[in-house]
Every structure is written in structure tokens, then in C-alpha cells.
């Protein structure tokens, strides 16, 4: 949640980051550590005398599980957000994948959520509802939505969010920022 300043464009940064960080992704990581941890562990000091199969199945369950459970939610345990003269970027996690790129070219507008929830998306995550449109949702609480020139909207959820709609909006000339709550 910070303003970085590369020169000056009117009363706004050059370049605007912001993020979530959602630490209780990391309780969910340890989980999936540790069924890839009662995987390998049952690999190693099993007995292999009750049948081949079960065994295999149970050690390829409790690595494969462990793998999606820990990759999945280190994926999401924080999200980033760079605003720059030309477009927006979203990159989520500690590599920055998924990512997203919007040329600013085709937002429309931007408006700030006070209240934004998993819940209302169905988890946390890289998250499209038909209704809704798509989401990157780390934590609840505030957020920006994106509507987008082909009448699809993205939200966001990052901190300080209303600076950041206030600078998309300069950017895109459109004035003051929407609220909703």
C-alpha cells in the first residue's frame, strides 16, 4: 500500500503499486504440506505387505493433493497491483502467477468497494462468475472494480484501493472516483 513516485503526472505518481496479503492462505499452505509430508512418508517406511495398489494410491493421493493444496494457495497468499501511465497489472503470489495486464485503453472506469468478500465469489483466488465478472480476491475488505470496454468488469482486492481508482481515473480523464459499499 504505497505511492511510488517516478516523476510527477498532475497530483498522481508516474507508477502506483499496491497489494493484500491474506497471512491464514499461509495455515492452508501448511496443510498442504503436510499431506505431501504423509505422502512421502508413507513411501518411505511402509511395509508394502497389505497390496501394492492401496498403498500406491494412497501415497500418489496425499502427494498430489499435498502439491494443489500448497501451489494452489501460495498462489493467492497475496496479491500485487501496478498501476503505470499505459496499463494495469495483476500479479498474484510470490512468482506473480497468475498475472493480468489491462492496457488502460480499454477501461472504461474504475470504482472503489468498501466491503469486498470471498464469500461473494465463492473462495479466494483467480475467480469468474457470469454474473459477477472476474475477480482476484486475497483477503475480504476493500477493493476496486474495473468496468472494461466490452461490458465485462475485473475486481480487485488491495489496500488503499481508493487511492488507486482516484489514479486510473486521472489517467482515463473520467474525474472523481465512484464509491459503492
Same mark, same amino acid.
Given at each position: ?46 511395509? =508394502? ?21 500448497? &501451489?494452489?494457495?501460495?498462489? &493467492? +497468499? ?33 470504482? &472503489? ?22 475477480? +482476484? ?11 472494461? =470496454?466490452?461490458?465485462?468488469? &475485473? ?27
Amino acid at each position: 500500500m504505497r505511492d511510488l513516485p517516478h516523476g510527477e503526472h498532475g497530483s498522481h505518481p508516474d507508477v502506483w503499486t499496491g497489494r493484500a496479503t491474506n497471512r491464514a492462505q499461509w495455515l492452508l499452505a501448511l496443510v498442504g504440506a503436510a499431506c505431501l509430508a504423509l505422502g512421502i512418508e508413507l513411501a518411505v517406511d511402509s511395509a =508394502w505387505s497389505n497390496g501394492i495398489a492401496p498403498l500406491v494410491m494412497s501415497v500418489v493421493g496425499c502427494i498430489a493433493a499435498g502439491l494443489l493444496v500448497l &501451489f494452489g494457495t501460495l498462489a &493467492f +497468499v497475496h496479491v500485487a497491483l501496478k498501476v503505470d501511465e499505459d496499463s494495469l497489472e495483476v500479479r498474484c503470489g510470490h512468482i506473480g502467477v497468475p498475472r493480468r495486464r489491462i492496457p488502460l485503453s480499454q477501461v472504461v472506469g474504475a470504482e &472503489f468497494v468498501a466491503h469486498v468478500t470471498p464469500r461473494q465469489w465463492g473462495g479466494w483466488g483467480y475467480r469468474w462468475r457470469p454474473e459477477k465478472g472476474t475477480a +482476484v480476491v486475497v483477503r475480504r475488505g476493500e477493493g476496486l472494480v474495473l468496468r472494461l =470496454w466490452d461490458g465485462h468488469t &475485473f475486481t480487485i482486492t488491495v489496500d488503499n484501493a481508493e487511492s488507486a481508482v482516484r489514479v486510473i481515473e486521472s489517467r482515463l480523464g473520467t474525474g472523481a472516483p465512484n464509491t459503492a459499499h
